[in-house]
């Protein structure tokens, strides 16, 4: 007896992408048992009136907002959600007090993801839920920025190795090849304005990029509960400093954020990109990184779906869902 087929090849990266096959036309199902479905929507114009109806998000909801560019511009919401089983088989993290269980999950998320988009649509009317082959064509650029073209396959299953295996991702100590073509990743910890991300998206408008925003939920409790543990060395003895310090840190809508350009550049100007980037963003006085020993867990954690990726403390509270779209 031979163990041989069974043994995980941890250099193909269809190991490590948790796609799964789509059980409904718009539903993910993940190889962990997770769901995710997209939302695709047009540019966001602010308006200070209507506001997206709030959701009381937990832990185990997840929530990737991105900007795919290459020849134009396209907007997507991914929603994930993955179900936390008590030793009943109840399943505790629905957003409402509802009975789910194992056997109706799939059922449960589908209408949750339903009301998650109507609630979008009062401010996004033209938004709507990717089904299959567009679904497909997003999953496929968040992996190789446009390079390779997916045909819808005969059953949408095995997703993982699909949608990768014509696509050729080296990682090396500090970088990431693309089909011999070089990630940069640019993080902005400081959460700027969408005056300075203008900006920023205009220094890279002639090479493809994603520019993602991801939330890993906590409800309202959870969250307090992980500031106290994170703050608990803050201003020994100063309690009347420490609560100024912490004011308003919690909002309605918390979790750990990440906030990145992801940028496909070939490797004779990524050094040269790299030093009018940093030039450029020095003049913007704001705070930021350029990627290298944390490049890989930052590039993993903004594929839709990989939340045990890139999971940095301290957590982000924002007033309303509005403020994460991107314009």
């Known amino acids: 007896m031979s163990l041989n087929e069974y043994k995980i090849d941890d250099t193909a990266v269809a190991e490590w992408i948790p796609w799964g096959g789509l059980f409904l036309p718009h539903v993910m199902r993940q190889k962990d048992g ?6 695709k929507y047009k540019a966001y114009v602010i308006d200070p009136i209507k506001k997206i109806t709030q959701v009381d998000y937990k832990r185990g909801w997840c929530i990737w907002i991105e900007k795919q560019h290459k020849d134009d511009n396209s907007y997507f919401i991914t929603i994930c959600w993955n179900p936390f089983y008590s030793n009943t088989g109840k399943i505790s993290n629905t957003l409402m007090p509802e009975k789910v269980t194992q056997t109706n999950e799939l059922t449960y998320f589908n209408d949750a993801i339903k009301k998650i988009k109507e609630n979008i649509s009062s ?6 839920l990717l089904e299959r082959q567009e679904l497909l064509d997003f999953l496929s650029f968040t992996l190789s920025f446009g390079i ?12 993982d190795i699909y949608l990768s295996e014509n696509i050729k991702i080296n990682f090396g100590d500090n970088n990431i090849l693309i089909n011999d073509k070089t990630v940069m990743i640019l993080s902005l910890p400081g959460c700027p304005n969408q005056t300075v991300i203008d900006k920023i998206s205009r220094l890279f408008k002639n090479t493809p990029y994603r520019y993602v925003k991801r939330l890993l939920m906590l409800d309202q409790k959870e969250a307090e509960i992980d500031y106290k543990k994170y703050t608990k060395g803050w201003c020994d003895n100063r309690s ?17 954020y990440s906030e990145n350009f992801l940028i496909l550049l070939n490797k004779d100007i990524y050094y040269q990109i790299q030093k009018n980037c940093r030039e450029f963003l020095a003049d913007l006085k704001i705070p930021y990184i350029l990627e290298s020993y944390n490049l890989k867990d930052i590039w993993w954690g903004s594929i839709p779906g990989i939340f045990r990726a890139n999971i940095v403390p301290p957590l982000t509270g924002f007033k309303f869902l509005d403020e994460l779209l991107i314009s």
Do not use: E, Q, T
Request: contains cysteine.
């Open 34 to 39: 997770s769901y995710f479905s997209v939302i």
């Open 123 to 128: 401010i996004l009317p033209d938004c709507y």
């Open 148 to 159: 390779n073209k997916v045909a819808a396959p005969y059953i949408y299953l095995y997703l």
């Open 240 to 256: 009347v400093i420490k609560s100024m310090v912490m004011a308003d840190l919690i909002s309605d809508i918390n979790g750990y």
